[in-house]
């Protein structure tokens, strides 16, 4: 099966007064469909320039990400926009939703971004949120709903177009443990029944129980990676608290973000 | 799709955007008010110059063009109507008197013109007759003094007016009323020229010789007004001419007046610009995290600025809608006295560049949300 995701030796370097800042340094993944991977690292390893990347928002200094075939690399702002509304399905850690659009609406957003709202559109859009336990808050306003069901109309919104890979930066960073975990579960479920590539970056390592790969990035390269349920419930969950991760190498690590520009 | 997020988030927001809405209307009515102000107040002061039906005017020499400072007397009249060119001349003399009115009504200060019947200077009457002769006893009212006296043809207007150390009244009967024909920002009255030397304000007895203040020329061609300007000084001895727009913007106070209104419209138009970009631009800097999170999920550049300028024109246009709604409002509830006019050039185009100030004020805005990275979504990014 072939990779809906993949890189090759992407690296993300700024200069700096006295040299040269390596954000991303040589990472080469690959993420197949129906497939839910984290992201994970202390603070500075890269991981959402990693994220930036893949999203075709930000430019890699040099190799080459490939969604469903396609170069991120070689695009122009304007291809990468379209790539964007069509292939991608995204949720932010903030800042999600459109505030003056209802629940609906934003899930409906995606569809009309690409012209391609129509009954059947509405009619899903109405299902999936449906399926996320909102069913009865179609008409509320975001700032009607709270973080958890924010979040999942943010959910809704990145899977009603089909897209090839969906995204997720910290997507529990506002919400208590316990929705914390349904937001994330039913994220890997749907991504999983619909057959999606999904990344999820987090920092909370609790989350990983719901994953299928775990991959650690520090300083910018990827660390290791822990690829089957068991593992990653003995070797990643269980240590999350204590922050004792000795298999991963996960140390908690204060270390200046690098300036972006 | 900008017309989708635009109307959506102006419905969703429809407070906080009629507020707006609100400060463009009464800038708008300002606007407006004042350039209703400099139509009035400037056809108040003028607007029997420039209906006349002459094209030059001519002055004293040394006179300055101004009106008040000129004396000409018969004479001349005879030297100018035989230069070439010159179709008619009618001799002006202005000065001001009081129309007492019955019942204690407040006295009525007016523009009291002399002309001479059937000669340039005379105004067209709407409603009965002008005057018989040179002689009659006879008046003819304009509009405004029509509509705060409530005299009618027929009716017989009393003058009052000082001459040595006497106040003498004159009663006139009212042959005919004109259309406004206001002078020195008063109404006027009429009068053939003979009755004028009568009736007028002075110090002394009257003289032998009546002395007019300037005097009307109406030419064979109009087109060759320029040339008798020059023409005139050079073959009547000791006088000046001007063509009719110079002699009205010379009036006294006019052209001063008018640029002190037209000061005080350029200025409550950049405000008007500054408001609303600041209104718009404040609120994009709200909305940053929003546009990038727009853009991240794909929003085209021309999407989000579409939306800003849609927003930007709808509540300036709803802003000057109900601006001039309430202006036309409560100009027709004004009592007459107050001089502000309308008029469908000078308003249309307070309402254009009224209409302008919302999309010029929003450009800043425009801009800046074409700048949003949409690595904003992610907090990174400048």
Same mark, same amino acid.
């Given at each position: 099966?072939t990779?809906?995701?993949e890189?090759?030796d992407?690296?993300?370097t700024?200069?700096?007064d006295?040299?040269v800042?390596?954000?991303?340094?040589?990472v080469?993944?690959?993420?197949?469909?129906?497939?839910?991977?984290?992201?994970?690292?202390?603070?500075?390893?890269?991981?959402?320039?990693?994220?930036a990347?893949?999203a075709?928002?930000? +430019?890699?200094?040099?190799g080459?990400?490939?969604i469903?075939?396609?170069?991120?690399?070689?695009?122009?702002?304007?291809?990468?926009?379209?790539?964007r +509304?069509?292939k991608?399905g995204?949720?932010?850690?903030a800042?999600?939703l459109v505030?003056?659009?209802t629940?609906?609406?934003?899930?409906?957003?995606?569809?009309r971004?690409?012209?391609?709202?129509?009954?059947?559109?509405k009619?899903?859009a109405k299902? #999936?949120?449906?399926?996320l336990?909102?069913?009865?808050?179609?008409?509320n306003?975001?700032s009607?709903l709270?973080g958890?069901?924010q979040q999942?109309?943010?959910?809704?919104?990145? #899977?009603?177009?089909?897209?090839?890979?969906?995204?997720?930066?910290?997507?529990?960073?506002?919400?208590?443990?316990?929705?914390?975990?349904?937001?994330?579960?039913?994220f890997?479920?749907l991504?999983?029944?619909?057959?999606?590539?999904?990344?999820m970056v987090t @920092?909370?390592? +609790?989350?990983?129980?719901?994953?299928?790969?775990?991959?650690?990035m520090?300083d910018?390269?990827?660390?290791?990676?822990?690829d089957? @349920?068991?593992?990653?419930?003995e070797?990643?969950?269980?240590?999350?608290?204590?922050?004792?991760?000795?298999?991963?190498k996960?140390?908690?690590?204060?270390?200046?973000?690098?300036?972006?520009? | 799709m900008?017309?989708?997020?635009?109307l959506?988030e102006?419905?969703?927001?429809r407070g906080?955007?009629?507020?707006?809405s609100m400060?463009i209307?009464l800038?708008?009515?300002?606007?407006?008010f004042?350039?209703?102000?400099a139509e009035?107040?400037g056809?108040g $002061?003028?607007?029997?110059l420039?209906?006349?039906?002459?094209d030059?005017i001519?002055?004293q020499?040394?006179?300055q063009?101004?009106?008040?400072?000129s004396?000409?007397?018969?004479?001349?009249? !005879?030297?100018l109507?035989?230069?070439?060119?010159?179709?008619a001349v009618g001799p002006?003399?202005?000065?001001?008197a009081t129309?007492?009115?019955?019942d204690?009504?407040?006295p009525?200060?007016?523009?009291l013109?002399g002309?001479e019947?059937?000669k340039?200077g005379?105004v067209?009457?709407?409603?009965g007759q002008?005057f018989?002769s040179?002689?009659a $006893?006879?008046?003819?009212?304009?509009? $405004? *003094?029509?509509?705060r006296?409530n005299?009618?043809?027929?009716?017989t207007v009393t003058?009052?007016a000082?001459?040595?150390t006497?106040?003498?009244?004159?009663?006139?009967?009212?042959? =005919?009323i004109?259309?406004?024909?206001q002078?020195?920002?008063?109404?006027s009255?009429?009068v053939?020229?003979?009755?004028?030397?009568?009736?007028?304000?002075?110090?002394?007895p009257?003289?032998?010789d009546?002395?007019y203040?300037v005097v009307?020329?109406k030419l064979?061609?109009?087109?060759?007004? /320029?040339?008798?300007?020059?023409a005139?000084?050079?073959n009547?001895?000791r006088?000046?001419?001007?063509?009719?727009v110079?002699a009205?913007?010379k009036?006294p106070?006019y052209?001063e007046q008018?640029?002190t209104l037209?000061?005080q419209r350029?200025f409550?138009?950049?405000?008007g610009?500054?408001?609303v970009?600041?209104?718009f631009?404040i609120?994009?800097?709200?909305?940053?995290?929003?546009?990038?999170?727009? /853009?991240a999920?794909?929003?085209?550049?021309?999407?989000?600025? !579409?939306a800003?300028?849609?927003q930007? *024109?709808?509540v300036?246009?709803? =802003?000057? =809608?109900? !601006? *001039?709604?309430?202006?036309?409002l409560?100009?027709?509830?004004?009592p007459v006295?107050?001089?502000i006019?309308f008029?469908?050039?000078?308003?249309?185009i307070?309402?254009?560049?009224?209409?302008?100030?919302g999309?010029?004020g929003?450009l800043?805005?425009?801009?800046?949300?074409?700048r949003?990275?949409?690595?904003k979504?992610l907090?990174? !990014?400048?």
């Amino acid at each position: 099966m072939t990779n809906a995701l993949e890189t090759k030796d992407v690296t993300k370097t700024y200069k700096i007064d006295n040299g040269v800042i390596h954000a991303v340094d040589g990472v080469s993944l690959g993420v197949k469909a129906g497939e839910f991977v984290a992201l994970v690292g202390p603070s500075g390893s890269g991981k959402t320039t990693m994220l930036a990347m893949l999203a075709a928002l930000l +430019r890699p200094t040099s190799g080459g990400i490939f969604i469903d075939g396609h170069d991120l690399t070689t695009m122009d702002e304007g291809a990468r926009a379209k790539f964007r +509304r069509e292939k991608i399905g995204f949720t932010f850690q903030a800042n999600n939703l459109v505030p003056y659009l209802t629940a609906q609406e934003n899930v409906e957003l995606m569809l009309r971004l690409n012209d391609k709202l129509d009954r059947k559109g509405k009619d899903r859009a109405k299902e #999936l949120l449906d399926r996320l336990g909102l069913g009865e808050r179609l008409k509320n306003l975001p700032s009607q709903l709270s973080g958890g069901q924010q979040q999942r109309v943010a959910i809704a919104r990145a #899977l009603i177009h089909n897209p090839s890979l969906v995204l997720a930066d910290e997507p529990t960073a506002s919400l208590d443990t316990e929705r914390a975990f349904q937001v994330v579960e039913t994220f890997a479920n749907l991504i999983h029944e619909q057959n999606r590539a999904g990344i999820m970056v987090t @920092h909370d390592l +609790r989350l990983t129980q719901y994953v299928d790969r775990v991959i650690q990035m520090r300083d910018g390269q990827v660390d290791s990676i822990v690829d089957n @349920h068991a593992e990653i419930e003995e070797r990643v969950v269980k240590h999350a608290d204590d922050h004792h991760l000795e298999g991963l190498k996960v140390l908690p690590m204060i270390k200046p973000q690098p300036v972006m520009g | 799709m900008a017309v989708y997020l635009s109307l959506k988030e102006l419905w969703r927001g429809r407070g906080r955007f009629l507020l707006i809405s609100m400060v463009i209307a009464l800038i708008t009515l300002l606007v407006l008010f004042v350039a209703g102000l400099a139509e009035g107040l400037g056809s108040g $002061n003028i607007e029997y110059l420039s209906k006349i039906d002459a094209d030059v005017i001519v002055y004293q020499e040394n006179s300055q063009l101004s009106i008040g400072a000129s004396r000409i007397d018969r004479s001349k009249l !005879g030297d100018l109507t035989r230069l070439d060119g010159v179709q008619a001349v009618g001799p002006l003399a202005f000065s001001s008197a009081t129309i007492v009115l019955p019942d204690g009504q407040k006295p009525l200060d007016v523009s009291l013109i002399g002309v001479e019947p059937g000669k340039p200077g005379e105004v067209p009457v709407r409603e009965g007759q002008s005057f018989d002769s040179r002689r009659a $006893n006879e008046a003819v009212i304009d509009r $405004n *003094t029509a509509l705060r006296t409530n005299l009618k043809v027929g009716d017989t207007v009393t003058l009052k007016a000082v001459q040595g150390t006497q106040e003498e009244f004159y009663p006139l009967t009212v042959v =005919g009323i004109s259309d406004g024909q206001q002078y020195s920002l008063r109404p006027s009255v009429f009068v053939p020229d003979l009755t004028w030397d009568k009736v007028r304000p002075r110090s002394g007895p009257l003289s032998n010789d009546i002395t007019y203040n300037v005097v009307a020329v109406k030419l064979d061609d109009p087109a060759r007004t /320029k040339e008798l300007v020059q023409a005139i000084p050079q073959n009547v001895a000791r006088v000046e001419a001007a063509d009719l727009v110079t002699a009205y913007k010379k009036t006294p106070g006019y052209t001063e007046q008018q640029a002190t209104l037209e000061t005080q419209r350029i200025f409550t138009l950049i405000i008007g610009v500054l408001v609303v970009g600041g209104f718009f631009q404040i609120q994009m800097l709200q909305k940053v995290p929003q546009i990038g999170m727009l /853009k991240a999920i794909g929003a085209r550049n021309r999407t989000v600025a !579409g939306a800003v300028i849609l927003q930007v *024109t709808l509540v300036t246009m709803i =802003g000057v =809608g109900i !601006g *001039t709604a309430l202006t036309l409002l409560l100009a027709a509830n004004f009592p007459v006295s107050v001089p502000i006019v309308f008029r469908a050039n000078s308003t249309a185009i307070a309402i254009v560049s009224l209409l302008l100030i919302g999309p010029l004020g929003g450009l800043v805005s425009v801009r800046y949300s074409l700048r949003i990275e949409p690595l904003k979504a992610l907090g990174l !990014g400048g």
